[in-house]
C-alpha cells in the first residue's frame, strides 16, 4: 500500500488544513457569532449552505491539486498501473464520502438532543433520586 500524501513531504499541506479550520472557526465565532441570539431557520439554513459550499470548494481543490500533483511524482508514477486521473479521483471522493458521514453524524445527534429535549418539555423534569435510592441502587446482592 503506498500513500498519497506522505506526512514528511505534504507536513505544509497537512498544517495548511488546520490553519484554515483554525481560522474559519475563529472567523465564525469570533465575527459573525459574536453575540448570542436566538437562530432563525433561515440563518442556520444560509449558514449551513455556506459551510457546505466552503467544504465543496476544498473537495474541488484538493481534487484539482492532486490531478495536477500526482503526474509529476515520480514515485507514484513508478508504481506499476498508477493511473494519476484515478487516485485523484479517488482522492476527491474519499474526502467527500468522510464529509458526508461526518455530516450525517451532526444531523443524527441534533436530532437525538431535539427529541430528547421535547420529551423532557412534554414530560417535565424527572424527580432527583432520594439518598435511599442511591443506597439501594449501589447495595450489593446477595
Do not use: C
Not at 31 to 36: C, Q
Amino acid at each position: 500500500m503506498f500513500e498519497l500524501f506522505p506526512f514528511s513531504e505534504y507536513w505544509w499541506f497537512y498544517l495548511g488544513f488546520v490553519g484554515l479550520v483554525v481560522l474559519l472557526l475563529a472567523v465564525d465565532l469570533g465575527i459573525f457569532h459574536r453575540k448570542a441570539h436566538a437562530v432563525s431557520f433561515r440563518e442556520a439554513a444560509t449558514w449551513t449552505v455556506v459551510w457546505i459550499a466552503l467544504s465543496l470548494l476544498f473537495n474541488f481543490l484538493l481534487y484539482r491539486y492532486a490531478l495536477w500533483k500526482f503526474p509529476q511524482d515520480s514515485r507514484l508514477m513508478a508504481l506499476p498501473g498508477f493511473d494519476p486521473s484515478a487516485a485523484a479521483w479517488s482522492v476527491s471522493l474519499e474526502f467527500l464520502t468522510g464529509y458526508v458521514i461526518e455530516k450525517s453524524l451532526s444531523v443524527s445527534s441534533t436530532q437525538t438532543l431535539l427529541h430528547t429535549a421535547k420529551r423532557r418539555i412534554r414530560n417535565g423534569p424527572r424527580p432527583r433520586p432520594t439518598s435511599m435510592h442511591l443506597r439501594l441502587s449501589s447495595a450489593p446482592e446477595t
